[in-house]
């Protein structure tokens, strides 16, 4: 009786580990491609290295948000690199702050108070590193 007792409670441990929700999210899918597909204007102020600040429009944003990706990502223990506003005719519509890591980083997005984290792919990842050590 004590095998099987033991047996079942490793069983129901075993299944509530593999059952957890990850601990991040990415932005839903309806913000993700509106992201993606109305921004107009970024504007990104960078606070490592040389700080600075850049603003993209029209065509270039719509490139600059080929660095954020639609998957969820772990947060990186990381010092914040910098933040990010995307806008939609010149009216905020998500902001969010990102981080740096060896080949990738990621970008905290606050959203009606829900937290979302989404990957920058290593394209992204290198081109922000970049321009904190251009300033």
């Known amino acids: 009786m004590k095998i099987l007792f033991s047996l079942l409670l490793i069983m129901g441990v075993a ?9 991040t999210e990415a932005l839903p899918l309806p913000l993700y491609i509106r992201m993606m ?63 740096l890591g060896d080949s990738t980083g990621c970008v905290v997005i606050t959203k009606n108070g829900k937290e979302y984290v989404n990957r920058i792919n290593s394209q992204g990842n290198h081109f922000f590193k970049g321009q904190g050590k251009k300033q």
């Open 15 to 23: 299944g509530n580990v593999f059952s957890q929700k990850p601990t």
């Open 37 to 99: 597909d109305s921004t107009t204007s970024i504007d990104v102020v960078f606070m490592l290295d040389k700080g600075g600040s850049i603003s993209v429009e029209g065509r270039n944003a719509k490139l600059f948000n080929s660095f954020f990706e639609r998957e969820a990502t772990p947060k990186l223990n990381a010092p914040q690199a910098g933040t990010v506003m995307w806008q939609i005719n010149g009216k905020e519509f998500l902001s969010g702050n990102f981080y």
